[in-house]
């Protein structure tokens, strides 16, 4: 039986060990290098199909689990397990990892070992943060994974990556921490830092509401939400196409998953509560980052900028359902679960469209070593290949039906219907504001006249763009035409979360 | 009188350290400049034996000798071994930058031997004068060590410095003692304890008994605000010995203090609250950990640097002993022994850097490390991301342990306020990864580090990684040696 194999642990383990032989192996063979890190995370892609099809989608309990003492005097677990909430996500990381490793091939020419073995290890950490069920495990994955992210921002990034390293490492700190004294608090409640175990726990609502907080400074920092999002545009800006990509695709998922798996089922009164805060918090996302996205010049920078606005949509997703439920219930029609189901698809889906338009600016930047949309112009005479993926993608990015973009956002705003109308007609603005910054976009970079001659010498894509990008776009397209073996895959855990985040701790 | 042999077994590695002590003063003098390795090599052999010594004497039940004055029981055991593991890396590392200063003189390692076994004897102490004499023997050791380099003004004045404070401090304890001795009639631990149950104590004198006690004992742990001497110490001090000093002693300030507050003065202690001498440690780690980090920060020099993070790791000891639970022992054990092989590497880094005529204490030293020796900067991060607390690494673990100590006797926001300064903490570290990673080298000459230095030292760094990757041994000897 294939889900007695501990396919969780091979896919956490696999690529560390992988990116610490290719960190021994050293660059005196850059060929051999890249070949290996490849084939490890190809090798770790293919050992997580099993959890997609060996998975029983018709139960909320957790599966292939794996269960062993790490720390006893502490009740500190080795123990992971996936449910449909976490099992896509895990799918994403295995999957965005080879394409980020392609993206490099030769964008990378300093110390390509040291580059490949990080997004490796990185990959086995953030595969750990979604399987793990033991707080202090997912601690340690959550923690860990910064220092990866930190080298590489600081190592391979542009003129000013110092700062904004450090920014980012010391912003996603500073929010962790609080969270680790709010996980100790419920070790001494629960006896145990079993996360299923905070589940059941019953905590009074000042307890709650102080525990919320603390989650909500970890998690808001790493979705980001506003106004704690100051740290990513400066990130992704200076990251190297791959690093921007594994923040945009995985790393903010990271925190829409943390609300799932912490702070809805251990708080949920206190959520209900505070619903308001984040929901204002995620409107404003919504709204004000998308104006400010529209200002910007330089194209990351406009892409980091949408991913918050767009990441404002999940949370509001996972939010909405409280005023929801507090006026139906959980069980009533799917109001609730489709407020929760579009956050997760719009995850999903984000981790794609986002990756693939960084690697879109990736592609442009090699070329011109310039991400300043006035450098631009007329690229489409002379890209015609790459023009057409990256329209297609922005079309993605501006929520186009038939695109994955589409189905995430209608599903959350269709739930936000049913709590208020306001609220679904702010959310709804960004269908407008969303076309107007990325289309204007792509009317200045691709459009028009040939601008100047670096745009006239530039050459379309090579085969290995072509397949990264490629795939990227099956992939959009593929959930944006037939989204249903995805939210089949979650709605047994997300209707299980529902159910136990309606009935009152108190 | 009829003299027991029996009991000088508890006592043989004390013994062992002493006798060794003797021989290596010896045999040194009839000794030639260039067979100094004799010297060093009988000194580290020794220690090694030290070690075993203190594992064959080992005993189910704690043991008490001399009329109650000594006491061998698992923590001491546990800590000796530790001490002399510590003192023989420390050793390891100072000799290369020995050698090539003209320092490598027998008188070294004679002083160091005095100083291990003034530890050893802290450790050991069941009475407040046995304590006292294995204080005086380290601290006297420790400033004829900073001293060591005789032609060095700084040297000079940081030895001027520690000695007078360190004076002080113990004039301090002294007089601590004193007033305890005349409100309970009893300088023995155990004693002491069921002198203090009784009710008609004065309590008056006893309460400023224990003020200057704990005032002595944060003067030797260099906890803010008796901190003065430390960033002074280890700047000025050879950096070979300001690494011993930053490690081996570290381990006997916390058998001090447990000594003293734990086994003596145990029942002062109110856990989770401000009577006692739970809310002074409370002030002092706090204090402790707010000046070392905020200060910290503003350093150039890397042995600064240290110096004032020492002082911050110092505030989180005393978070878990004023957790005054098993629990808050346990863990603060964890973290003295943690700490001391952090600081290892730590400064064993900077004297594997430094070299004949340049000292890398600069902070700007670091800078490219890692184009000049990718694997040695591998290890300096992994020993600033375990200092920084950050997991993997085994910082991480040696905080959360502290942490958990607190928040189980409810004094959560002191968890809070000591997270928040990890954070604070963190930048410093993280400029030194930022150093050695994203800037360009200022010299590209290789590292000039013996072979043995670079074993020891990758095998330091290794350790931080994997004791973070199964905390659970370390954690389990730390538990066993507060089983009793």
């Given at each position: 039986?294939?889900?007695?194999?501990?396919?969780?642990?091979?896919?956490?383990?696999?690529?560390?060990?992988?990116?610490?032989?290719?960190?021994?192996?050293?660059?005196?063979?850059?060929?051999?290098?890249?070949?290996?890190?490849?084939?490890?995370?190809?090798?770790?892609?293919?050992?997580?199909?099993?959890?997609?099809?060996?998975?029983?989608?018709?139960?909320?309990?957790?599966?292939?689990?794996?269960?062993?003492?790490?720390?006893?005097?502490?009740?500190?677990?080795?123990?992971?397990?996936?449910?449909?909430?976490?099992?896509?996500?895990?799918?994403?990381?295995?999957?965005?990892?080879?394409?980020?490793?392609?993206?490099?091939?030769?964008?990378?020419?300093?110390?390509?070992?040291?580059?490949?073995?990080?997004?490796?290890?990185?990959?086995?950490?953030?595969?750990?943060?979604?399987?793990?069920?033991?707080?202090?495990?997912?601690?340690?994955?959550?923690?860990?994974?910064l220092?990866?992210?930190f080298?590489?921002?600081?190592?391979?990034?542009?003129?000013?990556?110092?700062y904004a390293t450090i920014k980012f490492f010391l912003y996603t700190f500073f929010g962790s921490v609080?969270?680790?004294?709010?996980?100790?608090?419920?070790?001494?409640?629960?006896?145990?830092?079993?996360?299923?175990?905070?589940?059941?726990?019953?905590?009074?609502?000042?307890?709650?509401?102080?525990?919320?907080?603390?989650?909500?400074?970890?998690?808001?920092v790493?979705?980001?939400?506003?106004?704690?999002?100051?740290w990513?545009?400066?990130a992704?800006?200076?990251?190297?196409?791959?690093?921007?990509?594994?923040?945009?695709?995985?790393?903010?998922?990271?925190?829409?998953?943390?609300?799932?798996?912490?702070?809805?089922?251990?708080?949920?009164?206190?959520?209900?509560?505070?619903?308001?805060?984040?929901?204002?918090?995620?409107?404003?996302?919504?709204?004000?980052?998308?104006?400010?996205?529209?200002?910007?010049?330089?194209?990351?920078?406009?892409?980091?900028?949408?991913?918050?606005?767009?990441?404002?949509?999940?949370?509001?997703?996972?939010?909405?359902?409280?005023?929801?439920?507090?006026?139906?219930?959980?069980?009533?029609?799917?109001?609730?679960?489709?407020?929760?189901?579009?956050?997760?698809?719009?995850?999903?889906?984000?981790?794609?469209?986002?990756?693939?338009?960084?690697?879109?600016?990736?592609?442009?930047?090699?070329?011109?070593?310039?991400?300043?949309?006035?450098?631009?112009?007329?690229?489409?005479?002379?890209?015609?290949?790459?023009?057409?993926?990256?329209?297609?993608?922005?079309?993605?990015?501006?929520?186009?039906?038939?695109?994955?973009?589409?189905?995430?956002?209608?599903?959350?705003?269709?739930?936000?219907?049913?709590?208020?109308?306001?609220?679904?007609?702010?959310?709804?603005?960004?269908?407008?504001?969303?076309?107007?910054?990325?289309?204007?976009?792509?009317?200045?970079?691709?459009?028009?006249?040939?601008?100047?001659?670096?745009?006239?010498?530039?050459?379309?894509?090579?085969?290995?763009?072509?397949?990264?990008?490629?795939?990227?776009?099956?992939?959009?397209?593929?959930?944006?035409?037939?989204?249903?073996?995805?939210?089949?895959?979650?709605?047994?855990?997300?209707?299980?979360?529902?159910?136990?985040?309606?009935?009152?701790?108190? | 009188?009829?003299?027991?042999?029996?009991?000088?077994?508890?006592?043989?590695?004390?013994?062992?350290?002493?006798?060794?002590?003797?021989?290596?003063?010896?045999?040194?003098?009839?000794?030639?400049?260039?067979?100094?390795?004799?010297?060093?090599?009988?000194?580290?052999?020794?220690?090694?034996?030290?070690?075993?010594?203190?594992?064959?004497?080992?005993?189910?039940?704690?043991?008490?000798?001399?009329?109650?004055?000594?006491?061998?029981?698992?923590?001491?055991?546990?800590?000796?071994?530790?001490?002399?593991?510590?003192?023989?890396?420390?050793?390891?590392?100072?000799?290369?930058?020995?050698?090539?200063?003209?320092?490598?003189?027998?008188?070294?390692?004679?002083?160091?031997?005095?100083?291990?076994?003034?530890?050893?004897?802290?450790?050991?102490?069941?009475?407040?004068?046995?304590?006292?004499?294995?204080?005086?023997?380290?601290?006297?050791?420790?400033?004829?060590?900073?001293?060591?380099?005789?032609?060095?003004?700084?040297?000079?004045?940081?030895?001027?410095?520690?000695?007078?404070?360190?004076?002080?401090?113990?004039?301090?304890?002294?007089?601590?003692?004193?007033?305890?001795?005349?409100?309970?009639?009893?300088?023995?631990?155990?004693?002491?304890?069921?002198?203090?149950?009784?009710?008609?104590?004065?309590?008056?004198?006893?309460?400023?008994?224990?003020?200057?006690?704990?005032?002595?004992?944060?003067?030797?742990?260099?906890?803010?605000?008796?901190?003065?001497?430390?960033?002074?110490?280890?700047?000025?001090?050879?950096?070979?010995?300001?690494?011993?000093?930053?490690?081996?002693?570290?381990?006997?300030?916390?058998?001090?203090?447990?000594?003293?507050?734990?086994?003596?003065?145990?029942?002062?202690?109110?856990?989770?609250?401000?009577?006692?001498?739970?809310?002074?440690?409370?002030?002092?780690?706090?204090?402790?950990?707010?000046?070392?980090?905020?200060?910290?920060?503003?350093?150039?020099?890397?042995?600064?640097?240290?110096?004032?993070?020492?002082?911050?790791?110092?505030?989180?000891?005393?978070?878990?002993?004023?957790?005054?639970?098993?629990?808050?022992?346990?863990?603060?054990?964890?973290?003295?022994?943690?700490?001391?092989?952090?600081?290892?590497?730590?400064?064993?880094?900077?004297?594997?850097?430094?070299?004949?005529?340049?000292?890398?204490?600069?902070?700007?030293?670091?800078?490219?490390?890692?184009?000049?020796?990718?694997?040695?900067?591998?290890?300096?991060?992994?020993?600033?991301?375990?200092?920084a607390?950050?997991?993997?690494?085994?910082?991480?673990?040696?905080?959360?342990?502290?942490?958990?100590?607190?928040?189980?006797?409810?004094?959560?926001?002191?968890?809070?306020?000591?997270?928040?300064?990890s954070i604070i903490g963190a930048f410093y570290y993280i400029r030194?990864?930022?150093?050695?990673?994203?800037?360009?080298?200022?010299?590209?000459?290789?590292?000039?580090?013996?072979?043995?230095?670079?074993?020891?030292?990758?095998?330091?760094?290794?350790?931080?990684?994997?004791?973070?990757?199964?905390?659970?041994?370390?954690?389990?000897?730390?538990?066993?040696?507060?089983?009793?």
């Open positions: 039986m294939i889900a007695d194999w501990p396919i969780l642990s091979l896919t956490i383990w696999l690529p560390i060990i992988g990116g610490i032989m290719v960190l021994a192996s050293g660059d005196r063979e850059p060929n051999a290098t890249r070949w290996t890190a490849l084939i490890v995370a190809a090798l770790t892609f293919a050992s997580s199909l099993p959890l997609w099809f060996g998975f029983d989608s018709g139960t909320a309990a957790m599966q292939f689990v794996e269960r062993a003492s790490w720390i006893s005097q502490f009740n500190i677990e080795y123990y992971l397990g996936v449910d449909g909430i976490s099992m896509p996500l895990i799918i994403l990381t295995t999957f965005i990892t080879p394409l980020v490793i392609i993206a490099g091939w030769e964008a990378i020419k300093y110390r390509p070992s040291q580059y490949m073995a990080a997004f490796l290890i990185m990959e086995g950490v953030m595969v750990g943060v979604f399987s793990a069920l033991d707080a202090m495990l997912f601690y340690v994955f959550w923690e860990a994974m220092i990866p992210m080298i590489i921002i600081g190592v391979w990034g542009g003129p000013n990556r110092v609080f969270m680790l004294v709010a996980l100790i608090y419920m070790f001494f409640q629960s006896g145990s830092f079993d996360i299923l175990g905070f589940h059941e726990l019953k905590l009074t609502l000042t307890e709650q509401i102080l525990i919320f907080i603390a989650f909500l400074m970890a998690f808001a790493k979705v980001p939400m506003w106004p704690v999002h100051t990513l545009p400066d992704h800006v200076e990251a190297p196409t791959g690093g921007s990509v594994v923040l945009a695709a995985i790393m903010l998922k990271i925190g829409g998953y943390g609300f799932l798996r912490f702070s809805l089922p251990i708080t949920p009164d206190a959520s209900h509560t505070l619903d308001w805060l984040i929901i204002s918090m995620s409107l404003i996302a919504v709204v004000y980052i998308g104006f400010v996205a529209l200002a910007q010049q330089d194209m990351k920078k406009l892409i980091a900028y949408s991913s918050i606005a767009h990441m404002g949509f999940v949370t509001l997703g996972f939010f909405i359902v409280f005023i929801i439920m507090s006026d139906a219930g959980p069980g009533t029609g799917s109001g609730a679960l489709l407020g929760v189901e579009g956050g997760m698809v719009q995850m999903v889906s984000h981790g794609f469209i986002s990756a693939a338009m960084f690697l879109c600016v990736g592609v442009l930047y090699d070329r011109m070593h310039s991400r300043q949309i006035d450098d631009y112009g007329g690229v489409v005479h002379t890209m015609p290949v790459f023009a057409a993926f990256m329209v297609f993608f922005a079309m993605a990015n501006a929520g186009l039906p038939g695109t994955s973009g589409f189905v995430g956002e209608f599903m959350v705003i269709l739930a936000s219907f049913r709590a208020d109308f306001w609220y679904a007609f702010l959310a709804a603005t960004t269908l407008i504001i969303g076309a107007a910054y990325t289309l204007w976009m792509i009317k200045r970079v691709l459009f028009g006249d040939v601008s100047n001659d670096n745009v006239a010498a530039l050459e379309d894509m090579n085969s290995r763009e072509l397949i990264v990008l490629g795939t990227l776009a099956a992939a959009v397209m593929v959930l944006g035409l037939w989204p249903a073996p995805l939210v089949e895959v979650m709605d047994a855990s997300i209707a299980n979360l529902l159910q136990h985040v309606s009935i009152s701790k108190l | 009188m009829h003299f027991d042999s029996s009991i000088l077994i508890p006592v043989l590695p004390e013994i062992f350290v002493l006798t060794l002590a003797c021989i290596v003063l010896v045999v040194d003098l009839f000794l030639k400049d260039e067979q100094r390795i004799i010297t060093y090599g009988i000194t580290q052999i020794g220690l090694i034996f030290a070690a075993v010594v203190t594992l064959l004497v080992v005993q189910p039940d704690a043991q008490v000798v001399f009329d109650g004055s000594y006491v061998r029981d698992a923590m001491s055991d546990v800590l000796k071994v530790a001490i002399y593991l510590v003192s023989f890396v420390a050793f390891l590392y100072a000799k290369d930058y020995l050698k090539d200063r003209g320092l490598f003189k027998g008188e070294f390692y004679t002083l160091g031997l005095f100083a291990v076994l003034g530890m050893s004897i802290m450790v050991s102490a069941n009475s407040f004068l046995v304590i006292y004499l294995g204080l005086e023997l380290l601290a006297l050791s420790l400033y004829a060590l900073v001293a060591f380099n005789r032609d060095s003004k700084q040297g000079a004045e940081a030895a001027m410095k520690y000695f007078i404070l360190g004076a002080l401090a113990s004039g301090m304890l002294l007089y601590g003692i004193s007033m305890i001795y005349g409100a309970t009639g009893t300088i023995r631990f155990d004693e002491l304890s069921t002198a203090l149950a009784s009710p008609d104590l004065n309590n008056m004198v006893l309460v400023f008994g224990l003020v200057f006690v704990v005032v002595g004992l944060a003067f030797k742990f260099g906890a803010v605000p008796f901190h003065m001497w430390v960033p002074d110490v280890y700047h000025g001090a050879p950096t070979a010995v300001t690494l011993f000093l930053g490690s081996a002693p570290k381990i006997a300030a916390f058998a001090l203090a447990v000594r003293l507050l734990k086994d003596g003065l145990g029942e002062l202690q109110m856990p989770g609250g401000w009577e006692g001498w739970q809310g002074m440690l409370i002030i002092l780690a706090i204090l402790s950990m707010g000046v070392g980090n905020l200060i910290a920060i503003a350093q150039t020099n890397i042995k600064r640097m240290l110096a004032y993070s020492t002082i911050s790791h110092v505030g989180f000891i005393l978070l878990g002993i004023l957790a005054g639970t098993q629990e808050g022992y346990i863990a603060a054990m964890f973290y003295t022994l943690v700490y001391a092989i952090m600081s290892l590497g730590g400064f064993g880094m900077v004297i594997a850097m430094s070299r004949k005529g340049f000292e890398a204490e600069s902070l700007d030293d670091y800078k490219g490390l890692s184009h000049r020796s990718p694997w040695f900067a591998a290890m300096m991060l992994l020993f600033m991301f375990s200092m607390g950050v997991p993997p690494t085994v910082g991480f673990f040696a905080k959360l342990f502290v942490l958990d100590a607190v928040v189980s006797v409810d004094l959560t926001w002191v968890a809070l306020v000591g997270v928040f300064f030194i990864i930022k150093l050695m990673y994203f800037d360009k080298p200022l010299d590209d000459s290789p590292l000039t580090a013996g072979m043995d230095t670079r074993i020891v030292l990758s095998l330091n760094g290794l350790s931080v990684l994997a004791l973070g990757m199964f905390p659970a041994g370390l954690l389990s000897i730390c538990t066993a040696a507060f089983a009793g």
